[in-house]
């Protein structure tokens, strides 16, 4: 789901917003967010899982891995194969490499976008929340 209201924002640079975020005293810390997406429907993805769960968990071991898990369809109610991936990564490089040796992604089960993100706020703790 998408709010999209201007076709053209006023902005700063990543590096700027980085140090904004340290300015206001947040928590400023530069992860990289990876959205999967299948590319030939849900069986490929579905062969691919043997192989995927534990790359994820060596990322997961080592450190890497902020956090992963499948995405709901706009509507919430299916799961066509789609996943979210949040790395920590010395750089964009460094995280697209990740991306690529995923099985996932060498296998050709999804293709991925990574994008870098700024984690202000937050907690890493379970919630009670919705569970």
């Given at each position: 789901?998408?709010?999209?209201?201007?076709?053209?924002?006023?902005?700063?640079?990543?590096?700027?917003?980085?140090?904004?975020?340290?300015?206001?005293?947040?928590?400023?810390?530069?992860?990289?967010?990876?959205r999967s997406t299948p590319i030939n429907g849900f069986a490929p993805v579905e062969d691919a899982l043997e192989e995927h769960l534990p790359y994820q968990k060596k990322l997961e071991d080592s450190g890497v891995m902020f956090g992963a898990g499948?995405?709901?369809?706009?509507?919430?109610?299916?799961?066509?194969?789609?996943?979210?991936?949040?790395?920590?990564?010395?750089?964009?490089?460094?995280a697209v490499r990740l991306a690529e040796a995923d099985p996932m992604h060498s296998r050709g089960a999804r293709r991925f976008e990574v994008r870098a993100w700024c984690l202000n706020e937050g907690t890493t703790t379970k919630s009670s929340v919705g569970g």
């Open positions: 789901m998408s709010n999209d209201t201007a076709d053209q924002v006023d902005g700063m640079t990543w590096g700027q917003l980085l140090e904004r975020s340290r300015q206001l005293d947040l928590h400023a810390e530069q992860l990289f967010l990876i499948p995405l709901a369809s706009p509507e919430g109610t299916e799961w066509n194969g789609e996943g979210v991936f949040v790395y920590r990564a010395a750089s964009l490089e460094e």
